[in-house]
C-alpha cells in the first residue's frame, strides 16, 4: 500500500520576493514622509508588510490627509514598473507542474494589484489562491493573511512555507506556525534570521525537493 503524503504547500509574500519593487516603494514612502512628516526618519522601513490602511491608521491617523497621500501614493505607484526577481517564476511554474499548492500573500491592496496586472499580466493566474489586503482585517506580523492562504488549499499551516523579506513578514508567518524562509535584500540577513528557520538571498537555485522533505515530516 502506497503511503499517502502530507498535503503542504508555499506561501509567498509578493514586494521583495518574487517582484522587484521594495527599492521604488522605499523611495516612495521617503517622498511621502518627506512631505508629509510621520516623525519617523525610517518610516519606509517601518512599514515593510503592513497594509496600507494599518500605515494610515498608525501613521497618519489625521483624516484631513489621508485621502491625500493615499491618492499620492496610487499615483506614483502607477508610474512604477515591476519585474521578477531571479528564481521566482521558475518556482512557480515548479511548483504547477507538480501539483503543489501555491498561494500569494500580500499586503497590496487592489489599485496596486491592478497595476500589477498591467505590468506582469501572467502573474495571479500562476497562483492556486490569492490573499490581498481587501481579504484581512489584522496586517502582519499578525498571521491573518498566512492562516486564511493555507486554509484555502486545505493545508495545515505547520506544513507550508513561506516566504518573505520584510520584519513585520517574517513575524507573521513565525507566527502563523509555518516554516519561514526569509529572503534578505530588502534587509540584512542579521534582522529577520532569530525569525527564520533559514534565509537565502534569492530563490535562485532552490532546492525544492529538499524543501518538500522537510515540510511533509514537520
Not at 14 to 38: A, Q
Not at 57 to 81: G, V
Not at 134 to 139: A, K, M, V, Y
Request: glycine share 6%; net charge negative; with cysteine.
Amino acid at each position: 500500500m502506497v503511503k499517502k503524503l502530507t498535503p503542504i504547500a508555499f506561501l509567498f509574500d509578493l514586494d521583495g520576493v518574487l517582484i522587484d519593487s521594495e527599492t521604488e516603494y522605499t523611495k516612495i514612502w521617503s517622498e511621502i514622509n518627506h512631505r508629509f512628516p510621520s516623525g519617523y526618519d525610517d518610516l519606509a522601513f517601518r512599514i515593510k508588510g503592513m497594509t496600507l490602511d494599518n500605515i494610515m491608521k498608525t501613521y497618519y491617523p489625521d483624516e484631513s490627509t489621508d485621502k491625500t497621500i493615499r491618492n499620492l501614493l496610487h499615483e506614483m505607484e502607477s508610474k512604477m514598473t515591476y519585474r521578477w526577481l531571479p528564481g521566482a517564476k521558475e518556482m512557480l511554474q515548479w511548483l504547477d507542474n507538480k501539483g503543489i499548492p501555491h498561494v500569494l500573500v500580500t499586503s497590496s491592496d487592489d489599485k496596486k494589484m491592478e497595476h500589477l496586472r498591467e505590468e506582469i499580466p501572467e502573474l495571479e493566474s500562476m497562483f492556486t489562491f490569492i490573499v490581498t489586503a481587501n481579504l484581512i482585517t489584522r496586517s502582519k506580523p499578525d498571521p491573518e493573511g498566512y492562516l486564511l492562504g493555507a486554509g484555502e488549499v486545505g493545508v495545515r499551516p505547520e506544513n507550508c512555507v513561506v516566504f518573505e523579506d520584510s520584519l513585520q513578514g517574517v513575524k507573521a508567518g513565525r507566527n502563523s506556525g509555518a516554516y519561514v524562509t526569509g529572503v534578505a535584500g530588502t534587509l540584512p540577513a542579521s534582522t529577520i534570521e532569530p525569525y527564520c528557520d533559514r534565509v537565502v538571498s534569492t530563490l535562485e537555485g532552490f532546492d525544492m525537493e529538499e524543501i518538500c522533505e522537510i515540510l511533509r515530516h514537520r
